[in-house]
């Protein structure tokens, strides 16, 4: 190859190139505008309790069939009221969720809040929850919950106080009530 | 050293010269359209057509009296709730504080307002106390009353107290809708209880750039 061919192809190369370089400036996706609402995944705790992800310890407690796991709460003030959410899943028989307690409040009620149209309404549940053989309940947002009547102290964000739940068949069972930062 | 290209070397040096360019116009012409502005769906339930949002004049937690006209040239997020409520209130006020957090500068042209339907048990300090909990930049709102249900009914907001025999005392049936009115105090749209903050910070960016 002579030196005027050698040139020639160090020239196409260095067009091809540029070519390139060109096509990639071009294109390229542009860049997110950046709306990621910071859900982790890392936790085995995360769920979706409406209102965004929350990520809880993942902790789940096992008392004989059921597994009550996600177990948290807002944090609040002193003479608030106050609400915990929870997933109870059932390996076992069904089984009913009768109530709670928890000296962190004066009174705690199982609550159900329905919505009628766009208006929230909110009930307390006498006959407790039914948790089907095999299945599970969800105390989120949209339903059931645990109300907190007359909280005894604050609750702190990253804080715990534990809650005895009801069961009829399952007895007695103490679970800790993560406090989460909203 | 290099010699003089031929004009069949000059044409080849042309024409690459020009794919390339093509390519990248091409390209970031694709890229443009995708860019220019689609026209903008709300998630939120529209006014149709949307109307004057209705005045009123409240307390706030620092006892000064405000009026909704104050905010003319910001967004206001309008909710009907109460302190002692478990449940849709600290929902609808933490996807708020998710929407603030999202909005980054752009928060500086919305107003997160909480009127109370409790006045009777939200003092002052109670409901600015509660909305720390969330963020120090909302706004809680309270009066009198009858002030209460007059503004609740001109906004179409249903409110029940009832006695279900809970240790809290009454609770409330309220609709938990968020009001949204415009920087020119036309309600606009209305987004339903649980309407996630990404959806929300979206149609807050598109009312914040009209």
Redesign the interface.
């Known amino acids: 190859m002579n030196l005027k061919q050698s040139a020639i192809s160090r020239m196409l190369t260095a067009l091809l190139l540029f070519a390139g370089v060109l096509a990639a400036c071009g294109g390229g996706e542009p860049t997110d505008s950046g709306m990621d609402m910071g859900s982790e995944d890392g936790g085995m705790g995360d769920m979706d309790m409406g209102g965004g992800d929350v990520e809880t310890s993942g902790e789940e407690v096992v008392h004989g069939d059921l597994h009550i796991s996600a177990v948290w709460s807002r944090p609040g003030f002193r003479g608030d009221n106050g609400a915990v959410y929870m997933m109870v899943m059932n390996d076992g028989d069904a089984d009913t969720l009768i109530g709670a307690h928890t000296d962190a409040a004066a009174a705690t009620e199982l609550h159900e809040m329905t919505m009628e149209g766009d208006v929230m309404k909110m009930q307390l549940v006498s006959g407790g929850l039914e948790i089907p053989a095999g299945g599970h309940v969800e105390l989120d947002s949209g339903g059931y919950h645990f109300m907190l009547v007359d909280l005894q102290d604050d609750l702190q964000p990253g804080g715990h106080f534990p809650l005895i739940l009801q069961f009829e068949n399952g007895g007695e069972v103490t679970v800790e009530v993560e406090v989460v930062e909203p | 050293?290099?010699?003089p290209?031929s004009a069949g070397?000059w044409l080849?040096?042309v024409g690459?010269?020009i794919?390339?360019?093509l390519?990248?116009?091409?390209?970031?012409n694709n890229?443009t359209q995708?860019?220019v502005a689609q026209p903008h769906t709300f998630s939120g339930l529209p006014y149709d057509p949307v109307e004057p949002a209705p005045d009123f004049s409240l307390f706030d937690t620092s006892g000064q009296l405000v009026q909704l006209s104050d905010f003319r040239g910001k967004i206001v997020m309008l909710f009907f709730g109460y302190?002692?409520?478990?449940?849709?209130c600290?929902?609808?006020?933490?996807?708020w504080?998710?929407v603030h957090q999202?909005l980054g500068a752009d928060a500086n042209d919305v107003r997160f307002v909480l009127i109370s339907v409790d006045p009777e048990r939200d003092t002052a300090e109670?409901l600015e106390?509660?909305l720390t909990?969330?963020n120090s930049d909302f706004i809680g709102l309270r009066g009198d009353m009858i002030d209460t249900e007059s503004i609740a009914q001109a906004y179409n907001v249903?409110i029940e107290y009832e006695d279900?025999?809970?240790?809290?005392g009454y609770?409330i049936?309220?609709?938990?809708?968020t009001y949204v009115i415009d920087k020119e105090g036309q309600l606009v749209m209305?987004f339903?209880?649980?309407t996630?903050?990404?959806e929300i910070?979206?149609d807050l960016q598109y009312l914040i750039r009209q």
Request: overall charge positive; some cysteine.
């Open positions: 050293m290099l010699g290209l070397q080849l040096f690459a010269l794919v390339g360019l390519i990248m116009f091409v390209v970031m890229r995708s860019i302190t002692n409520c478990p449940l849709a600290p929902t609808t006020l933490s996807i504080k998710q999202s109670k106390q509660h909990i969330f249903y279900v025999g809970s240790a809290a609770l049936h309220h609709t938990a809708l209305a339903p209880y649980e996630g903050a990404p910070t979206a």
